[in-house]
C-alpha cells in the first residue's frame, strides 16, 4: 500500500493521512505488540468521554504495525505558540485545563504507573544499584492513585480543533498519582525553557490548589525514569542532576 509521504514523523512512527484517516505506522525496531499497547491505552481514554481520535483498527502495512484513526483536522497548540509566542499564557491554560480533564477520570483500565516507572528506573544502566535502590524506596513510600495520567502532555500533543481541544498520542499514558504527571509535563517543558516551564506549573498548582513542593517530590523519579528512553534530543547530564539533588543516599 502506498501511503505517499508522512505528514509528521517521530521517535517511533511515521504519521499519514489516508482516506481522510490517520494511519500511524511504527518502526521496524519496536516490539511486535507496540501498536495494539498503543491502541488500548487511546480506547481507554476515548471510552472515557475525552476528546480522544477513535481507533478504527490496529492492521499491518507493508509489513509493518500500524494504527488507522480517526482524523482529527487542526493545529497543535504548540504550533499555535510558536506563531505567537506572547500568548503563551493563553495556550498552556486550556492545556491545563485540558490535562486536569485527564486527571479527573478514575480506575484501573491500563498499566499502573508504579509498574511502569518500576520498569523504567530498573532499566537505565546510567544508574548504580544504590541509586535505583534508594528512587525504588522513595517511589514505595508514596501513597498509590488510580488517576489517568498521559505521560506525555505538552502542548504538541494537543489539537485545536472548530469544537474542542483533541489529545493525541496515548503509548505513556498510565494509571497513578497526578503530581507525576504533573513532574513530567514540566521536565519537557524545562528541557526548553525554564519560563514556560515554571509558567505551566505555576498555572496548574493555582487551578488545583495542589504545592509545588508536592510536584517536585516526583523530580527524581520521573528524571530517572526519562532516562530510560533514550531521547536523542534529551541531556541525559541534566536528568542525572535532577537526580543527584533530590536524592540524598
Known sequence: MNLGNPIAEGNTAKIFL???????????FLPETEALYEAEKQKYAYSCGLPVPKIHEVTKINDKQAIVMEYVKGETLGE??????????????????????????????????????YRQINGVEELSTKQKCY?????????NENRLCHGDFHLFNLLK???????IDWVDSSMGDIRADIYRTYLLYSQFSSDL????LEL???????????????????AAARLSENVSSENSERLM?????????
Open 161 to 167: 480543533t472548530d469544537r474542542h481541544i483533541a489529545i
Open 241 to 249: 542532576e535532577i537526580v543527584n539533588k533530590y536524592c540524598s543516599y
Open 204 to 222: 496548574y498548582c493555582k487551578k488545583s490548589g495542589l504545592l509545588k513542593s508536592e510536584v517536585f517530590q516526583w523530580a527524581p523519579i520521573i
Open 18 to 28: 489516508s482516506n481522510n484517516k490517520i494511519v500511524k505506522v511504527f518502526n521496524d
Open 135 to 143: 528512587l525504588l524506596k522513595k517511589l514505595d513510600s508514596f501513597t
Open 80 to 117: 499555535l505558540f510558536l506563531h505567537n509566542q506572547e500568548r503563551a499564557e493563553h495556550y498552556l491554560n486550556l492545556s491545563v485545563d485540558v490535562q486536569m480533564e485527564i486527571h479527573d477520570v478514575i480506575g484501573d483500565g491500563i498499566e499502573p504507573m508504579v509498574d511502569k516507572l
Open 197 to 200: 516551564a515554571d509558567l505551566y
